[in-house]
């Protein structure tokens, strides 16, 4: 799935990033954060990112594959504010670029978590940020097109995918043994509805962010919640009611609380 982040919020995702003294990447990575953390309610988050792994310049001309993965881990205790995690973010970041030459591999093997061939070991969550300028070629007498591949696997649970520079592209890969396709479309709202958020007030609590679309928030306080209805003229006290519902679900339960329960027709009773 696809998605466009046009060149006002951008601009104003870069200018959030000057002032917290963070990259673009910095900010689309606690984004990505805060909406696993509003989905998830886990305030540990553990997101995987590729690095070049070309820090020196003996190594810049080679040709060779030196990418690496990095382990970014985002902490939301004490209910930060936006700016509060974006700090947090940086210093996670500068701290895995430090230790970038570790092989992750090697993360892996002194780690040693459970392993588990359904999902891949210290994250399921990947985040890649593509900043390489794009040249167009010419050939005489020839048209080209851009030929799309379709994806048919992906290495991980959950990998979005960002490029550009005036305005951003991103691209969102995902298991489909784990989420449909309308559950990543309203992500992919949410994600966008941060994005505007962190613009719009970096000073506001990261856990009482606004995250549903006008339609989501229709839905939830009209759509669902018109629950009106009718009572029979013959049973129009509360009482009478629930002895109705007792006699027929008596053996439902009716009320839960510190590990002890009631069915409705004890309750009744």
């Known amino acids: 799935l696809s998605f466009f982040i046009d060149e006002e919020l951008t601009e104003g995702l870069k200018k959030v990033s000057r002032e917290h003294d963070v ?91 459970t392993r588990d061939m359904s999902r ?23 048209t080209l097109s851009p030929f799309g591949m379709g994806i048919t696997s992906t290495k991980h649970d959950f990998t979005l995918i960002v490029e550009g520079e005036h305005s951003l592209v991103g691209l969102i890969e995902y298991n489909t043994d784990l989420f449909h396709e309308p559950t990543m479309v309203r992500m992919i709202e949410h994600l966008q509805i941060i994005l505007q958020s962190i613009v719009a007030d970096p000073g506001q609590k990261v856990a009482t962010l606004p995250l549903l679309s006008e339609a989501e928030q229709h839905q939830l306080l009209f759509a669902w919640n018109d629950t009106a209805a009718s009572f029979t003229p ?36």
């Open 23 to 113: 990259t673009l990447f910095m900010t689309l990575m606690a984004a990505l954060n805060m909406l696993l953390y509003r989905h998830s309610g886990q305030e540990d988050i553990l997101v995987g990112t590729t690095i070049a792994n070309r820090n020196r310049a003996e190594t810049e001309a080679l040709i060779g594959f030196f990418i690496n993965s990095l382990v970014i881990r985002t902490d939301f205790s004490g209910r930060p504010s936006v700016g509060q995690l974006l700090e947090r973010v940086r210093e996670t970041a500068l701290g895995a670029y430090a230790h970038q030459d570790l092989p992750f591999e090697k993360l892996v093997e002194e780690l040693q978590p």
């Open 120 to 142: 891949s070991p210290l994250y399921q969550v990947n985040f890649t940020m593509g900043n390489t300028p794009h040249s167009t070629l010419e050939l005489s007498g020839l």
């Open 234 to 269: 013959e049973r129009i006290l509360l009482h009478q009611l629930f002895e109705a519902q007792a006699a027929r679900s008596g053996a439902a339960v009716a009320v839960v609380y510190e590990g002890e329960q009631l069915s409705y027709a004890e309750l009744d009773q």
